[in-house]
């Protein structure tokens, strides 16, 4: 729950005070909190958006934009940003830790991965707030199997917070067509697939969709679903509202859910309300159109999905990829991977809500028209892990399959964030690099007195790696071999 919908919800069942006593909260809370940093404020005028697509008509136009925006970002805000120690954590302080322009490739940019006589393509779709970065391991694996890979940075994303104010997301849709085209013009007719985390995974069904009506815009030949954003909470309804409310001047503020220090070089901290807007107006329309696909004669022309989950996931429930997407689509090869939670290392009278009866509920019930693949521990002692697989259509899994992988200590479940992250990935990874001048953001294991850090607790808890990253890169080969027609 973001900070404003947290402030203004204990009031919202008493109807005749909610819109009085909502806007006095409203109120008090742009009137204080964080500073608003240049990144905040600063717009970038090379952004791409559909307005820009009579000058920008291809992806090489796309390419060239991006220069001249990451042009405009040094000039603007690394330019106008202090360095030194006290600035060792700002993204946007030339030469800080936190400086994306010291890693090379700078990957909030988009990269391009060819090869020789491909056997076909894939396209990476990054989540909200996030950058290419996040599918890098994915498409290099994938580009190694054979594959002409593009990892899109998406408009809003890669450069500073406040671009998502403005961004919306059929700015990120068209992208994505610019990113399709291409793609067809470097492999031809054979198969491209989309890759999509998060809001990317949205994108990814609705250009799928687009492509069922539009023969002239590439059809991908499988869909590859990270935790992906199908549904979002009911207290994002108000982010439209909002969003309107803080152009008001002097209450600018409004316009943020989140503000914090911008340390991450390839994701925001910081979080602009009209980004929750984009994904709920981008999840209804797909969540509409998929439901009206399943009613017509073209649901079996649908691309195969293959969906990676997290059983506990903060930003999207298993219901909602359930209910919005895959009980809704025939059985033409779906299937959905989810991970559980740490059953040796949790007991049930601690978790606020356990995923266990969805789970067994899933794994039991033969109407479902998608294979689902569970990975569990091999038993309530055991902190092994093993794979049961159940085919669509039946409610019993096949025997049980050791997978030769343990759950770290400490760690009880996976989340939403940490399933593209491999354990050895250097910045959110298992392990602290070797080097001790770099930035680690990955398993920080740290206690002490609340407050010390300039890190939040929240952020600190959230897992940020897959230790069975092995599972997802496994049966993401499996799969574009099996779909590659």
């Known amino acids: 729950m973001n900070t404003i919908t947290a402030t203004i919800r204990p009031y919202m ?10 806007l006095v909260a409203l109120l008090v809370f742009a009137s204080g909190g964080p500073h608003l940093e240049t990144w905040h404020t600063k717009t970038l005028s090379s952004e791409f958006t559909t307005k820009m697509l009579d000058e920008v008509s291809d992806f090489g136009d796309y390419l060239a934009l991006e220069d001249r925006l990451f ?3 040094q000039d603007e805000i690394y330019a106008a940003t202090p360095t030194g120690t006290e ?28 090869i020789d006589s491909p056997r076909g393509g894939v396209l990476l779709l990054h989540g909200l707030t996030d950058s290419p970065y996040s599918l890098r391991a994915l498409g290099e694996m994938l ?7 593009v990892g899109l940075r998406l408009p809003g994303h890669g450069t500073v917070p406040s ?5 919306r997301w059929e700015d990120m849709a068209a992208a994505t067509r610019l990113a399709m085209d291409h793609l067809a013009s470097k492999v031809g007719p054979l198969p491209i697939h989309i890759a999509g985390y998060s809001n990317g995974a949205a994108l990814a069904l609705d250009h799928a969709l687009a492509s069922l009506g539009d023969p002239v815009l590439p059809r991908p030949a499988s ?6 954003s199908i549904g979002v909470s009911a207290s994002a309804a108000l982010a439209g509202p909002i969003a309107t409310i803080s152009k008001t001047p002097g209450l600018g503020r409004l316009a943020w859910s989140q503000i914090t220090l911008e340390f991450d070089p390839y994701k ?5 309300v009209n980004g929750g807007a984009q994904v709920r107006r981008l999840t209804q329309s797909v969540a509409s159109r998929i439901a009206a696909l399943a009613k017509s004669k073209k649901a079996t022309d649908f691309p195969p999905i293959l969906v990676f989950k997290s059983a506990v996931d903060a930003t999207v429930s298993i219901d909602a990829v359930v209910d919005r997407l895959l009980d809704r689509l025939p059985d033409n090869g779906n299937e959905l991977v989810l991970f559980d939670i740490n059953r040796s290392a949790v007991h049930s009278i601690l978790l606020v809500s356990d995923p266990g009866p969805i789970t067994s509920r899933l794994m039991q019930d033969a109407t479902l028209p998608f294979a689902i693949t569970l990975i569990a521990n091999a038993g309530p002692a055991s902190s092994s892990i093993v794979s049961r697989h159940k085919p669509p259509f039946t409610g019993i899994a096949d025997q049980a399959v050791p997978l030769e992988l343990e759950w770290p200590q400490g760690i009880i479940s996976l989340s939403h964030v940490a399933l593209p992250f491999s354990a050895d990935d250097p910045l959110y990874g298992q392990f602290r690099p070797q080097q001790q001048d770099v930035l680690y953001l990955g398993q920080i294991a740290i206690r002490g007195e609340r407050g010390l850090l300039k890190l939040s607790n929240d952020w600190l808890l959230r897992l940020r790696f897959n230790p069975f990253y092995s599972v997802l890169e496994g049966r993401v080969s499996e799969w574009v071999y099996t779909n590659d027609q």
Request: glycine letters at 4%.
């Open 87 to 114: 600035y060792s954590l700002v993204r946007y302080s030339s030469g800080s830790l936190s400086d994306p322009n010291t890693r090379q490739p700078n990957y909030n940019r988009t990269f391009e991965l060819s």
């Open 13 to 22: 069942t008493v109807r005749w005070l909610a819109i009085p006593v909502a």
């Open 71 to 73: 042009k405009e970002l």
């Open 268 to 272: 925001y901290n910081s979080f602009p």
């Open 223 to 228: 869909l590859i679903l990270i935790s992906p």
């Open 143 to 149: 580009n190694e199997l054979g594959f002409w890979v």
């Open 163 to 167: 671009a998502l104010e403005y961004t």
